[in-house]
């Protein structure tokens, strides 16, 4: 299973790189990709610095690229995952709630393009304020019951 945006930052031909990643011998759960260079403006890689550098700090997430659209799983390492997050913070909580479940992770570089259709939503004040606050309620409620933090939220998978 796997998914990338559609407003084509990326092509789908380079999702080869994260299939033939998740094929080694190593066996990986999860594939993501990190843009080998960034087709976005300044300020938006200093956004996705500073919240990776968040993301390091109050969750020991160490993924170079949270939010690269890129990412390939096995479907057994999604099994019993939840998420709450349905805005910005979706990628972010995922990636935390697999290492909690002792998924492995391993990245690959992809291309990444300048976007073509579609228009910029990260920036907007509210995908911001949606992203912080959700941030902040996994991160307590991780503090106050990391087991009951980790099964809140929708099934990744239907069947579960």
Not at 104 to 133: D, M
């Amino acid at each position: 299973m796997g998914f990338t945006d559609g407003d084509r930052q990326f092509q789908v031909a380079d999702l080869g790189r994260l299939t033939a990643r998740i094929a080694e011998p190593d066996r990986p759960d999860v594939v993501v990709g990190v843009r080998i260079q960034r087709a976005d403006p300044l300020i938006r890689t200093l956004y996705a610095r500073s919240y990776r550098l968040a993301n390091r700090i109050f969750f020991g997430l160490r993924v170079t690229d949270v939010d690269c659209a890129c990412k390939l799983f096995r479907r057994g390492s999604l099994r019993g995952l939840r998420v709450e997050s349905g805005g910005a913070f979706f990628s972010a909580e995922l990636l935390i709630k697999l290492r909690s479940a002792g998924r492995s992770v391993v990245e690959v570089g992809v291309p990444h393009y300048a976007r073509t259709v579609g228009s910029p939503t990260g920036a907007r004040p509210a995908v911001i304020l949606r992203a912080v606050r959700d941030f902040w309620n996994l991160r307590l409620r991780l503090w106050l019951n990391s087991s009951r933090a980790i099964g809140r939220g929708a099934p990744i998978l239907g069947d579960d």
